[in-house]
């Protein structure tokens, strides 16, 4: 089993910056495909980014494209989103998840990771 926490959400302002982190306890994540994936109300949850389980690869949803970085430090079992230029569209509940098939190609789609955090919320005042 993997338990992941997520942090570093909260209120900021459009253009503003926040970085997320998702920690994991129970397993190593070096052999985890980490993603990032996030909730508006009233929508389903999307995905927004992937990694490798080496970090060497990396994946973005268009919205996110340019704006957005993951990233991870296997030795200290962290995936991170780094968010920059945030806009109001932006506001969501942030998930990590995991996905141990670690070898395929990045997946996009939430039923193909295993485990998720519980949330954190980032919200983008304009």
């Known amino acids: 089993q993997v338990q992941l926490v997520e942090s570093g959400g909260g209120l900021v302002q459009a253009g503003g910056s926040l970085r997320l982190s998702c920690a994991a306890s129970?397993?190593?994540?070096?052999?985890?495909?980490m993603g990032w994936f996030r909730q508006a109300p009233g929508k389903e949850r999307e995905f927004v980014a992937a990694?490798?389980?080496?970090?060497?690869?990396?994946y973005y949803a268009d919205s996110v494209k340019g704006r957005f970085t993951i990233s991870r430090d296997n030795a200290k079992n962290t995936v991170y989103l780094q968010m920059n230029s945030l806009k109001p569209e932006d506001t969501a509940v942030y998930y990590c998840?995991?996905?141990?098939?670690?070898?395929?190609?990045?997946?996009?789609?939430?039923?193909?990771?295993?485990?998720w955090g519980q949330g954190t919320q980032v919200t983008v005042s304009s």
């Open positions: 998840a995991a996905d141990s098939d670690y070898s395929r190609v990045l997946p996009t789609s939430e039923w193909e990771y295993e485990y």
């Open positions: 129970g397993r190593t994540l070096s052999r985890y495909i």
């Open positions: 990694t490798s389980w080496t970090g060497g690869s990396t």
